[in-house]
């Protein structure tokens, strides 16, 4: 079926009109930037229209609808995955062709939509981009911004943080629409009486905010879906009036900006909640106005809400959301009328729950009166709820009191917000099988036990297409070449591809591409930094937020001994090597930030000394984001993914990294444990402690005894103590010696000879190239399509 909406001689005259009617220019005079903005409107148009029909046809049929609220999307860019998801990049190119414009230099106008921290951002695009492929009809909800992640700059080896400023050119993509507003209450007071039997609540002297939406279109690729992600900004309703009549102009103005502060930058912790006001104020924010539209939308179908939770899934996606629970039951009893028993039906039929960590840091409290007095309806809701669970769990379960007190969704003065997610939805699901199980034995346990129907797993997936059709045109053309076109739209037959496996023509074609995939990121390196890389060096590459538990430190204290190796042995034989690394720190995160100027430093370090340089180099791209990880994940050659087993809930960069042909050195963690299950431990490079060693030697772990028993170890560590550079680090020497909670000194030894293993293999590249293809040809199961289809089938019930 060809879904193409647009000639080539249509798409050259919308063009023109962009440019001399909206833009004031003319095609031969106009600006680079300006055909990016004109070429995005014509764009916009095309996804607009085709949303339009996907919606009739949608509508005429009755189909249940799925959203999918998270405070996080990491879009990146929309104009490249829209021109090849729609179809029309060759004509496009064609067209700009016509004017002396090239296409490709268009793209670099476009700011990344960075409204995201990390990978659970960046599934919630992953998804967004598998629903519309598969024809589900799908919203994602989310909070617009101002200020997504900030930029990141590298100073003297220091991070340092800027704004990111991303929608003067990002804004095209977003399609307002203010009649479909929402209003949002804060604050306030609760009257409550009976009337005949009847509760009646009265919430009076609230703040009202206002939510306005903004769309912005993600098409399938070769399909006829489109998905919405609708952004909330936050405005205040209307001028406070009374205030400027009584002359109070400056409060007046302050509600306006005290509204409008909701929506103003997105928070940059990655799996670290900190408690704070404002950030309550946003989840409330996103969750009120998008299950507000989710109701106007499903009376405007159907014109009541008793069919509701057949026709409707709503996804948490992470604790954040939680508030949709009791949101929906205050609509359904105080705007509706419902009793409690149908209310609370509704509401645990309709909500399902995507867990994404199990560190206790991450994992929501809010302070109980803060909660109360910035929401006083919904602090009720849920102390209702959790009165009624308290008394199942006595009653129904005959639970002790410890284990009451343990489930129990207010306790100690704080709100627990997984308790209450996990209590209220019908389904609650890890993000790996490893992850599944871990919720199951540890974190819910006790949920588990008296619950264990509710309990599944859904192995996360990426928008594979993304970062191998529209950013590995060699693989793209070699796939072509050997197996056809059908892995497009069904990755899953990219496992035709082991079929070449002893082809020695293939496997020549799949080294040639890797060069000139790192030539391509080689310069790159050079335009930005100034630094010339080898591309024949091995491209070895962590890449993802910085955070203890994903180990930057055991990478960084591996390199450093070879470093002083290198140094004791200089005419010894070494694979030149190449380590990248890319890697935002939470601001406030203060080893994060140590850890950053550490790898600069031994950077620096290296490239000073001649001597050195030419085997080992360490480049620190500035700035990691989706954008840079399309041009690196076809360059990489060894994907690190060596966080402590048991801590990484799934990961995807391993995916985008394995789809690319890098192998994976990394623990039995997150997705790894099934990337081994489907490509065979034999083709990647396995090491450390599994997730049960982990959990035996918590509580008599002595990094000490490491640490003075390990001379590779000591030298290392010392070095990093006393100074190297001009630079020392005591606080992670410190924290490494005395506690060391992610067990780096532990899984040291197994890691160094893990990585000797590796570069053994490399120096035979017909075996790395077999394993590469390996690789390739099983990265069709980490397709966000196949995620996607299990969550439809098995817990949103889509046909
Ligand atoms: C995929 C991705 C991530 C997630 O990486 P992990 O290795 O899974 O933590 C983070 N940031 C960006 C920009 C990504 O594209």
């Not at 264990?452 to 796939?479: H, M």
């Not at 024949?536 to 590459?541: E, M």
């Not at 070879?562 to 140094?567: E, F, M």
């Not at 060894?638 to 402590?644: H, T, V």
């Amino acid at each position: 079926m060809n879904y193409n909406l647009v000639s080539k001689k249509e798409l050259k005259a919308w063009l023109e009109d962009k440019l001399v009617n909206e833009l004031g220019t003319r095609p031969e005079t106009a600006s680079d930037a300006l055909y990016y903005k004109a070429l995005s409107m014509v764009v916009v148009e095309l996804l607009r229209e085709k949303n339009r029909r996907f919606q009739v046809d949608t509508n005429s049929h009755g189909r249940k609808q799925v959203y999918y609220l998270c405070m996080e999307f990491l879009m990146g860019r929309s104009l490249k995955n829209s021109l090849y998801n729609l179809e029309i990049v060759n004509e496009v190119r064609d067209v700009l062709a016509d004017y002396g414009v090239k296409l490709e230099a268009l793209y670099d106008y476009e700011p990344d939509a960075g409204l995201g921290n990390g990978g659970l951002g960046r599934l919630g695009a992953c998804f967004m981009d598998a629903l519309a492929t598969q024809d589900y009809p799908a919203m994602g909800y989310s909070i617009c911004y101002e200020y997504g992640i900030f930029k990141q700059k590298i100073v003297d080896g220091w991070q340092t943080e800027l704004p990111d400023c991303w929608l003067p050119g990002g804004e095209v993509w977003l399609a307002p629409r203010p009649e479909r507003s929402v209003d949002v209450h804060f604050g306030g007071e609760v009257e409550e009486f009976w009337d005949n039997n009847y509760h009646h609540v009265n919430y009076k002297n609230y703040t009202t905010v206002r939510a306005v939406p903004y769309d912005m279109f993600v098409s399938g690729y070769n399909s006829k879906g489109v998905s919405r992600l609708r952004l909330w900004k936050a405005t205040s309703a209307g001028f406070d009036m009374e205030s400027f009549n009584r002359g109070d102009y400056v409060n007046a103005l302050g509600a306006n900006s005290m509204a409008e502060a909701i929506s103003k930058i997105l928070y940059p912790n990655d799996n670290h909640n900190e408690g704070k006001a404002l950030r309550l104020r946003q989840q409330y924010f996103l969750v009120a106005a998008s299950v507000g539209d989710i109701v106007n939308r499903h009376m405007a179908t159907y014109g009541t809400l008793d069919n509701f939770a057949d026709k409707v899934a709503i996804h948490i996606n992470d604790t954040h959301p939680t508030l949709a629970i009791p949101e929906l039951m205050r609509i359904l009893l105080d705007d509706c009328g419902y009793n409690w028993d149908v209310a609370w039906n509704t509401v645990t039929r309709v909500f399902a729950y995507t867990n994404h960590t199990v560190m206790s840091e991450a994992l929501e409290k809010w302070n109980e009166d803060l909660f109360a007095s910035l929401l006083p309806r919904i602090y009720q809701i849920i102390r209702e709820i959790n009165n009624r669970f308290v008394y199942d769990l006595y009653n129904t379960y005959h639970l002790d009191c410890g284990r009451v007190e343990e489930m129990a969704i207010i306790s100690g003065r704080t709100i627990r917000m997984a308790n209450l997610c996990v209590m209220a939805c019908h389904s609650v699901n890890g993000v790996s099988k490893l992850h599944s199980e871990i919720i199951k034995r540890d974190v819910f346990r006790s949920f588990y036990e008296i619950m264990p129907q509710k309990f599944t797993n859904v192995t996360n997936g990426i928008a594979s297409r993304r970062w191998l059709y529209q950013s590995n045109e060699g693989l793209t053309q070699l796939l072509r070449d050997t197996i056809g076109n059908g892995w497009l739209r069904d990755m899953s037959e990219l496992t035709k591809f082991n079929k070449y496996a002893d082809d020695k023509r293939v496997l020549g074609r799949l080294e040639e591409i890797k060069l000139q995939n790192k030539e391509a990121f080689a310069d790159y390196i050079k335009k930005t930094t100034g630094v010339s890389i080898d591309p024949h060096s091995i491209f070895d590459a962590q890449v993802k937020r910085l955070h203890e538990y994903k180990r930057q430190h055991l990478n960084a204290l591996h390199i450093l001994s070879l470093y002083q190796w290198l140094k004791a042995n200089p005419n010894a034989e070494f694979t030149p090597h190449t380590f990248i690394f890319g890697a935002k720190a939470a601001p406030g995160y203060f080893l994060a930030k140590q850890i950053i100027k550490l790898i600069c430093t031994l950077r620096d370090v290296i490239e000073k000394d001649p001597a050195v340089r030419e085997k080992l180099r360490i480049v620190y791209l500035e700035d990691y984001r989706v954008t840079l990880s399309e041009l690196l994940m076809p360059a990489a050659e060894l994907s690190e993914q060596i966080s402590l087993a048991g801590t990484e809930a799934s990961g995807t960069g391993n995916m985008k990294l394995m789809l690319g042909g890098a192998l994976t050195i990394g623990t039995y963690d997150g997705a790894n444990v099934e990337i081994a299950e489907h490509v065979g431990e034999e083709n990647m490079f396995i090491f450390g402690m599994r997730a049960e060693e982990v959990e035996s030697l918590k509580g008599h772990y002595s990094p000490r005894a490491i640490y003075n028993g390990n001379r590779t170890i000591k030298a290392a560590l010392d070095a990093i103590n006393k100074g190297i550079g001009g630079n020392a680090f005591p606080d992670i020497y410190q924290s490494l010696v005395n506690s060391d909670p992610y067990m780096v000194l532990r899984d040291f030894d197994s890691y160094a000879a893990t990585q000797r293993k590796a570069m053994a293999t490399y120096a035979d590249q017909v075996k790395w190239q077999q394993m590469s293809l390996r690789n390739i040809a099983e990265s069709g199961y980490f397709c966000a399509d196949r995620a996607i289809h299990e969550y439809a089938q098995n817990i949103w019930n889509l046909r």
